[in-house]
């Protein structure tokens, strides 16, 4: 059964950094794109684009209010993805998700309906 694990989220102070983890089994990724979405409280129910990054060719992608500070990167041999996380402000604070899909174009890549796997969610606290 193919399945997402985030790890790595915590409470941090504004300013600090994090790395988040998002480790894939029971699939090949090797023709997917992994993402990081993000929920705030209150946010409703839709979640935010954050990161993105294709699996082939390591092309990536970044929502606007994290370009700058945040890194997406992965390790094919361990089919992990990883999202570290730096200049980190209380507006951060939200529930981090990563994905897997095979978003056919660019405006996929940035939306939910892009990506078919989803992991459970870690909580990512920044005080300010």
């Known amino acids: 059964q193919a399945r997402l694990r985030e790890s790595g989220g915590g409470l941090v102070q504004a300013g600090g950094s994090l790395t988040l983890s998002c480790a894939g089994s029971g699939r090949t990724f090797s023709s997917s794109t992994m993402g990081w979405f993000r929920q705030a409280p209150g946010q409703g129910r839709g979640r935010e684009f954050v990161?993105?990054?294709?699996?082939?060719?390591?092309?990536?992608y970044y929502a606007d209010s994290v370009k700058g500070r945040f890194t997406i990167s992965r390790d094919r041999a361990e089919n992990t993805a990883y999202l570290r996380m730096g200049s980190l402000k209380p507006e951060d604070t939200a529930v981090y998700y990563c994905a897997a899909g095979i978003p056919p174009n660019t405006f996929l890549v940035k939306v939910e309906n892009g990506y078919d796997l989803w992991g459970q969610g870690t909580q990512v606290t920044v005080s300010s």
């Open positions: 990161a993105a990054i294709r699996w082939s060719d390591s092309m990536t």
